[in-house]
């Protein structure tokens, strides 16, 4: 009795049924865990110290990693607490915070497919794909380098990953966002990395801090679903932009995950791609192209990128008032 009630005390705790839940479709080692929980790292070690003390949960190495999986008894045996623990996962999917972490999960299984040289052990992985130094950070970043000398804006640029990565190869790039805290962070890491050639501004999507006509690409990565007005937000995008340059969006596709809205601050839950179609043609942009840029089997998230030209006539003045 003693020992039964330890185990129900440690499964009386929500994180680590939602590890468990986690463990149960796909095996992960502590830093995807910690992505998928969006917990500290040193909870999640701490729980499945726990678990694994407890036989629930077994640790194996591979590539260097130390990787976690439910113990044999759990992971198709016939034990008891296999039936329940499964009935529960099943009847909590609808959930919101599973739902989040199952988004999480796919992710993070997206990154290490991705991650060609860590991501499956020996005897599931093919051979041909593990290339030493093969990846899409590097391929874009080559891509990059083809790119002309342009002036870029990052509109909706949060901490400023894309912004430093577009700094590479642009003259300037002209980075926005409406948080103070967010920006400062993002101006760390600009000088951590050594980029000297980004203008940081704080302002909405929708009314930004900007010139006519002053960049030749105004991109905004996954900041549309934020903007409180995304039609105003792509009209303003295209105002930045020079005669003959571009607008470029990527954003999720319409989607029911209604979690994102508490969880991540989304005001939109996607667009549809006519949606956007329209959007952008209504903000006077020609030649505009809406596609799938990522979609995973078993992911709520589909990824479209939208772009489309500014024409070349001159532009209509603007009523409003706008920073340097």
């Not at 993070?108 to 020996?122: G, Q, T, W, Y």
């Not at 990395?193 to 010139?211: C, F, H, Q, S, Y």
């Not at 607008?247 to 601050?265: C, F, I, N, P, T």
Request: glycine letters at 8%; aromatic letters at 4%; a positive charge.
């Amino acid at each position: 009795m003693k020992a039964v009630s330890a185990l129900y005390r440690l499964l009386g705790d929500e994180a680590r049924l939602r590890l468990l839940r986690a463990l149960a479709a796909e095996r992960l080692n502590v830093t995807e865990l910690t992505g998928v929980l969006g917990l500290a790292q040193s909870g999640v070690s701490r729980h499945l110290g726990l678990l694994k003390d407890a036989g629930l949960v077994t640790e194996e190495r591979d590539g260097g990693f130390s990787y976690y999986r439910l113990a044999p008894a759990l992971d198709g045996g016939d034990e008891p607490l296999t039936a329940v623990l499964r009935a529960q996962f099943a009847t909590a999917a609808t959930d919101p915070t599973v739902r989040a972490d199952d988004a999480r999960l796919q992710e993070v299984l997206r990154l290490r497919k991705e991650n060609f040289d860590a991501h499956a052990s020996p005897d599931t992985r093919d051979a041909r794909q593990l290339v030493p130094g093969r990846s899409w950070a590097a391929w874009s970043r080559a891509l990059g380098l083809l790119m002309p000398p342009l002036k870029v804006a990052d509109l909706g640029c949060g901490e400023g990953y894309l912004t430093i990565e577009a700094a590479r190869w642009a003259s300037r790039v002209i980075a926005v966002d409406r948080s103070e805290a967010v920006l400062k962070r993002a101006k760390a890491l600009a000088r951590r990395r050594r980029v000297a050639n980004v203008i940081w501004k704080k302002g909405e999507l929708d009314t930004l801090p900007m010139k006519d006509a002053v960049v030749d690409v105004a991109m905004l990565s996954q900041a549309l679903h934020h903007a409180e007005d995304p039609a105003r937000a792509v009209a303003e995008a295209a105002r930045v932009t020079v005669p003959g340059g571009r607008v470029l969006l990527l954003d999720l596709r319409a989607h029911e995950e209604e979690w994102v809205r508490s969880k991540l601050g989304d005001r939109r839950l996607g667009f549809d791609d006519d949606e956007l179609r329209r959007m952008l043609a209504a903000a006077g942009l020609s030649n505009v192209t809406v596609g799938v840029g990522a979609r995973k089997a078993g992911d709520p998230f589909t990824v479209l990128i939208a772009a489309a030209t500014k024409s070349a006539a001159k532009p209509r003045p603007s009523s409003r008032k706008h920073g340097t």
